[in-house]
Nanobody, 118 residues
């Protein structure tokens, strides 16, 4: 019954912006640690950003200063605001939830594709 649904991906020019959204159902959302890993073609999935239940954020070095992760607990939604996008940001971005009240298990959305190209 747990479901994570991402949206907001698409094609954008270098220097442009996108905002990804992920709506989570079937969990105590406010207690979840939420993250946005990504997977580029031919590469393994990598850490991008994470936000804890208390609102503490952590970012991978390549996106620091450009990406912002946030959450709206009233809407069971986590966001990733991506500014000054670069071609190397091209990847499938996944919504991830670590659910403390479901034994600390990770749940995943199917991903949304972000393509940065001129």
């Amino acid at each position: 019954q747990v479901q994570l649904v991402e949206s907001g991906g698409g094609l954008v020019q270098p220097g442009g912006s996108l905002r990804l959204s992920c709506v989570v159902s079937g969990s105590a959302f406010s207690a979840n640690t939420m993250g946005w890993p990504r997977q580029a073609p031919g590469k393994e999935r990598e850490f991008v950003a994470v936000i804890g239940a208390g609102g503490t954020t952590t970012y991978a070095d390549p996106v620091k200063g450009r990406f912002t992760i946030s959450r709206d607990n009233a809407k069971n939604t986590v966001y990733l605001q991506m500014n000054n996008l670069k071609p190397e940001d091209t990847a499938v971005y996944y919504c991830n939830a670590r659910m403390i009240f479901r034994g600390g298990m990770d749940y995943w959305g199917k991903g949304t594709l972000v393509t940065v190209s001129s």
